[in-house]
């Protein structure tokens, strides 16, 4: 019997501190899997059904390996209970191993005390919630030990106010710092340079990545084993970073700190502050020229339409005016040449972004209530990241419950340009066939219907009540979740939970402790989410989560696969849904107890023959077209 299997087995170390402990085969065979791709250094594609300790199966053999390891999650929470929750645990089973752990997070994570003071002091004034909201950072700030905004409780960490007591890579002061022996950012580096494990998140990894192509130094300590956990998500979060983007937002901060250096430094340079103020103003106007509407567009968009061209021109030019002023006033202060650094490096982007005519990049826009970006993003991302895997050798482990598209990895090897990788998949250890039901009716109407989402209506409806709510609504669109949320008000008996009107912790915490609420929700409550037990027993889907062709990333990629004589529709739209309609099923069942209902609303799963590929990708269960086979099932639950 190998070490592993000892550990994890029905007598070994994890037995003796998690109470019920139940060995499970495809855990044991998961981490034996990967502690031998550790040891004989190849890289590994590891999917785990839903159920099978991932976490763990992958967390043992590296900390046993005794290598430098990075493990990149998903999301910041994902980061929080493995570091939190899992490493502990496993520290305590592994007593005789003793290892060194470390969380990493963004810079934006962790509290700046240069900028909290600057704020405290600054020459204009807050409203009265900001204020209070600044008076609790400070506070708080005189008792932290890390400086991780998360631990502020009346603070969302998506608060505006974050901005002015946290730091960015734009405004930083490095070394120069007043403040910077007490920097909590520095610590965690030099903590996490320390470190035998180093618990990061797929953002932090990537932007780590694409400082380190252009040379600027490394965040993450050099690794000799990188495991990446959700590995699904990881294609599209470095596409972001490989780029560039210039958005409204840092050109705005970049004026208010300009602002607030020339208050306290350069009050005899009123040149100084009008750049500052009119480059504001022609920020606001180039988001009035993209007109009202919230959308994600062509750059072909800007360069045809005048107004907007204009705009962007004449921001140009004010960008290129404020860097003349800044660098005049750079030898007052540390803070005014940091903004003048900032200043050039923008208007060195935006000349980028306006000149590049390279057809490796796409470029695009998008705009936000008050806001907008302008990006470029590479065309092939799997040409970047095989570039960067060979120039920095390590041990790759990629991870998820869903990498596989019909049994076959390739769609995910080839998004990263990953070849000669080890590959091996274990089913979940729940019993679909007893515990689920797959329910798609007949009569459907088409998803192209205009009236599509009121027609389903007649579907979903007994559904919910054989349910008893307990049911997440997944939309593909915001416009479908704002309908179905009109047509159900009054027909249900159930609450009725909407994204978009609070927070989505508050949404789960609420959709928990109703025990019969139905939560109506689009992609981002499509993955990443656990509510186990009966209170969800029902998962319904309104139509095959095809990504809008509209969308001029997905467009041009598309264009670009077409160009080469590949078929885009089979090799990038269709394994992409398919992957997606996986992590959305993956919400029903995340026990062994539990049971529930799968409904699908579109009838492309039994009319197209590409329908086939979707059916074979989800776990087995029952299926029916009857929804009296479904009142049956819930009927058969109450008398357990």
């Keep these: 019997m190998s070490n592993l299997a000892e550990f994890f087995g029905c007598d070994g170390s994890l037995a003796e501190i998690v109470n019920g402990y139940i060995p499970r085969a495809a855990q044991i065979e998961m981490a034996e899997k990967i502690a031998f791709a550790i040891d004989s250094q190849q890289n590994l594609i590891a999917e ?124 930083c002061l490095g070394q120069n710092c007043p403040d910077y022996a007490d920097c909590f950012l520095t610590k965690a580096r030099k903590q996490a340079q320390e470190a035998d494990i180093v618990v990061v998140n797929h953002h932090l990894l990537c932007a780590d990545w694409s400082i380190r192509e252009t040379g600027f130094g490394e965040l993450l300590p050099d690794a000799e084993v990188v495991i990446i956990d959700e590995a699904h998500q990881l294609a599209d979060i470095a596409s972001n970073f490989l780029g560039v983007t210039l958005s409204g937002k840092q050109l705005v901060e970049l004026a208010d700190d300009s602002l607030a250096e020339y208050f306290t430094d350069a009050k005899d340079m009123p040149d100084l502050r009008s750049a500052c103020e009119d480059l504001q103003l022609e920020v606001k106007d180039l988001r009035l020229a993209f007109g009202l509407e919230l959308r994600r567009g062509e750059w072909q968009d800007i360069e045809t339409n005048p107004k907007i061209s204009g705009a962007l021109e004449s921001l140009q030019k004010q960008l290129a005016r404020l860097n003349e002023q800044l660098e005049r006033a750079s030898i007052r202060s540390k803070g005014l040449e940091s903004c003048f650094n900032r200043c050039e490096a923008l208007d060195a982007q935006l000349e980028t972004l306006i000149k590049d005519q390279d057809g490796q990049w796409i470029k695009w826009y998008e705009t936000y209530s008050k806001s907008f970006t302008l990006s470029r993003t590479p065309l ?82 007994p559904v919910l009540e054989a349910s008893q709510g307990r049911a997440f609504f997944l939309f593909t669109s915001h416009k479908a979740l704002q309908r179905a949320a009109q047509l159900l008000e009054g027909k249900i008996k159930y609450p009725l939970l909407v994204q978009g009107t609070r927070s989505k912790g508050v949404l789960l915490e609420q959709f928990k402790e109703l025990g019969h609420a139905v939560l109506l929700a689009t992609a981002s409550f499509w993955e990443g989410v656990d509510v186990r037990g009966d209170t969800l027993s029902c998962v319904i889907i309104d139509k095959l989560p095809f990504a809008s062709p509209g969308d001029p990333v997905l467009k041009a990629r598309l264009s670009a696969m077409e160009k080469q004589g590949r078929n885009p529709f089979f090799e990038h739209q269709l394994p992409t849904a398919i992957i997606m309609l996986r992590q959305g099923v993956g919400r029903l069942i995340r026990d062994v107890n539990d049971r529930g209902v799968l409904m699908v609303c579109d009838p492309r799963l039994l009319k197209r023959t590409y329908g086939q590929l979707f059916l074979d990708s989800v776990p087995a269960m029952q299926r029916s077209r009857l929804i009296e086979d479904v009142q049956q099932f819930f009927t058969e639950e109450e008398g357990t």
């Design 48 to 171: 785990a059904g839903t159920g099978t300790g991932k976490t763990f199966a992958y967390l043992v053999p590296a900390i046993l390996s005794r290598k430098k390891v990075i493990v990149s999650t998903g999301t910041k929470n994902l980061q929080d209970q493995l570091f939190n929750k899992d490493l502990p645990l496993i520290r305590k089973a592994l007593s005789k191993t003793p290892f060194k752990a470390s969380l990493l997070k963004g810079r934006a994570n962790y509290l700046c005390t240069y900028r909290l003071d600057q704020a405290m002091h600054a020459a204009f004034g807050y409203s009265q919630a900001d204020a209070a909201a600044l008076a609790q950072i400070k506070t708080w700030s005189q008792r932290t030990k890390a400086g991780d905004v998360s631990e502020v409780a009346d603070v969302n960490d998506g608060d505006p106010i974050w901005f002015h007591a946290t730091s960015t890579a734009d405004n």
């Design 380 to 461: 092939d991302i799997a040409k970047e990241f095989r570039g960067f895997m060979q120039r920095h050798k390590a041990t790759w482990i990629f991870t998820s419950a869903t990498l596989s598209v019909a049994n076959s990895f390739s769609h995910f090897s080839k998004n990263l340009g990953l070849s000669g990788a080890l590959s091996q998949s274990w089913d979940s250890p729940f019993n679909y066939q007893q515990q689920s039901l797959f329910y798609h009716p007949k009569g459907l109407p088409q998803p192209s219907d205009p009236e599509f989402t009121d027609k389903i209506m007649d579907f979903v409806i």
